[in-house]
């Protein structure tokens, strides 16, 4: 018996990739492999049980079951360089292990996240939380320099508070969210599998989402079937509640003549005056999750 | 400002509700209620927002799209009396904080766990931890004299052991797994909202199931609108995976002159050969899925 | 049976008690008391055991023992207004429940902080992470000064940026750390004597002590005997590693003429040419050690 | 960059370190160095730091200040077969990941633990949860053959129970704590060393000591610095509380012709008509931490 290991995550280690302007993701070390998921899954199962195929449907198994301890036996350690705010959201997961620089004890680095012109949208009128309309390129470019110059001001001021001679701890105070930071953290597979569902969705923001996208990325290829059986279960699953499935089936069942397009239109006009207690919110995601399952 | 409090919960505070044949699971203590839930979760969304309309519709948004943590800030400590084998389960859930009785320091009680005659069941043949065919009256008396009795001689070698002066940490070995122990936790109630889920499934065994029944009782008068979404989004809820997803679609498009029932039969026949590479239980899943959708 | 309750902590539900020039600390809930502890940890010790005395001395060798697991039954949810860059601090405690303005979905305030003149100290020399020596006035004023200047320039490009109606998730990108924000959380009493000691210790940053000391004195009040046992064994206790008892044991041992003060300089100057393989930190640290075991 | 190694750990992995009668642990994995250790603590102190001049003194500092997160960033993953009382102390540790045999699923094997003649002593009159005197040969013989003979009406009982088709899940309610079962659990190093403090001691019971001792034995090779640290700082360490220490000093600055043993004698008789509030364990603890400093 040998450690297990895994040939592409011993050719990556150590090498840095990008994300954004100036971040990096690095994949210092792992451990275990989908055989390890499988072996360990068995430990539970014991001898009395029929054999279980193979290990890709057993994983499937887990991941479809929620059967997630077998999955927090391989773990994951990366360093990331990334702006402040993307730390804040990173170390919301409680369940793993970080390494955060300490702006007490160094002086920052002179590197900040500029977004690009790409990136620089209107806020959302509708999602508190997201991008909207694109905006004029004169606008955006009076955005992007007005980041560049206060990552710059922000900056100097902190250089000038060190030459004055203020302790680091409270003069990395007028430091902004822009400034990077850097970061090494250990995630167990089924944290990293919650992380990457949150963080690579729609919602997400697009800065973690890059991170996130990354170690996608980096599980597919160490991983295939357990990536396979997320991406199906749990990337592109749709979870249907008990109202949603009454209101889905009565649907279904009244059309005597049968399923058609057309009225599935009026269903979707009918919702809303449905008695289910439905917000707005949940009527629009009513209505994406049946045009998911009609096409 | 007042802490917050619920008139059923103080009610119900220390009162015994009985458990199988000698358990119990007794509230020693909470705290919170879902005004204290709608309000945790606004310090997120802060003043820059609509007024959300009101804490019910917050509290369902909350459980719909599994934003927790404010879920987290209701907690809930409860006492047990409960076999051996059922604390074993319990004290799988690690994200609570337990004090179990200590077999090393106290004599254990003279209370066994005895399945009653309509428990005993014979092995399912299909599910490995399921039970199956019912048995004839015959072998469950003898079943059900055996477990008494096997109680008993449990309880007897144990006596002797501690009359020898043996160490109580050694002599419990002698005890089997019907010993009835006693534990306190406390859950905080998103950790609840998981345990109530996965002990009160089918799947669960029978004797926890009591358990979290009465745990589901409680909280339904507690927090109806809390119990109301977990029972709509995570109870009664199907997922679908994505490739769930496309076989049920292309069955609805396929059927130019509209769904019929008759359809849906060929369509679970010609599911076993489905080139979706799903084992014979996701199979039998995914058809259990359909037949709630379409009644 | 009624709910643990405890007048002091009813009384000061929702009470603002200020911290730092801006912030503040709010308890929202709690639960349990000094009895529930004791009487979690005899669930433990079961019947078999001597009765325990009283709840006070059950409760200092529950302390001084680390059996913690019944102090976990008690918790306490408290709301914060607190600079980002003591957030940053705060939210790295794991074992607890954390909610957070969100600076994605919400407008930040114009509530930065500034610290007082007396706090504007120079970087130690010798320790990373400290303030040293004290700093002339005009040095003072002038630091004084410029973080005002930058939470205001921070503001200003914020609101700007926000007027072009770029995405308050980007927007807030240039907010300085200084920017004050609001959280609610929940410890259990466990996790937050962890809090309390970490936080609360001299090398703690100034401004998180301040929130951490009007923790602890209302843990003071609310339950003296744990609080007591928690300044004996945790905050007022060393602890001497195997080999500095060795060396204190030397020494003692050693002075066949008894114990003197001079003995005992001799001894400090003479630790610098040990051989225990000490570095100067940890050399610096046994003298402070000894210096308090012999006065 | 290549995947950090230990060759100790690399040649063990797969060996059967046998452990009581039955029993075993296995190392299955394993993840990180000292090296690594000391690189994550080193991306908290950041470039701004004095360069700390080596791993080992590194590390030694960590493990001294309870700056315990880069340590969490190494993992085991082990395998242990072990009795049921065994596992119920295992479990207990909430920081790590386990997968049990489930005796739902699986028939259980025809094991138990037999304590061996010199494990078997009579029950401590002072400590609750301890051995005490030793029981003469004709005594320690009947527990013996008692605990064999209940051990094989336990395994008998159960098989009889199967073979009239009882489901498992209810038939090994019979089975008893000495049955070994298995587990596979991953820990990160950080709680491993709270594993091992708290199962190596002496007031740990035996069995489970058996299972911290091979762990602490790997642990040692693998990481010696790590290990030397611990060792010094926590398990062959002693902490004082305030009390603890005015007392300490009242005698030492009391004893005005120097420190004596006889004087030290005196101040033992003289503890126990303290004011200090101690209760009589902790007067027994006082005087232990005493007679390790003065020898």
Known sequence: MTRPNNEYMDAIIGHKFNVLDKGYLIVADYMGDEEKIARSARVSYGDGTTKKNNDAGLIKHLVRNHHETPIEQVCITFEMKLPMFVLGQVIRHRIMSPNVMSA???VMPDEFYIPSLERIKAQSKTNMQGSGEDLDGFTKNAIHSSIKFSNKASKHDYDMLLEKDLTRELARGVLNQNQYTKMVCTFNMRSLMNFMQLRKADDAQWEIQQ????????????MPNLWDAFEDYRLNSIT??????????????????GYSRDLMEDFYNGINGNNMGWSKG??????????????
Chains 1, 2, 3, 4 share one sequence.
Request: glycine share 6%; with cysteine.
């Open 104 to 106: 007490r004890y160094s």
């Open 211 to 222: 991170y996130a996208n990354v170690l996608c990325d980096i599980v597919k290829v160490w």
């Open 282 to 295: 949940e009527i629009r995601e009513t209505i994406e999750k049946f045009e998911r399952l009609v096409g």
């Open 240 to 257: 249907l509640s008990g109202r949603q499935i009454e209101y889905f089936k009565s649907f279904l069942v009244g059309a005597t003549d």
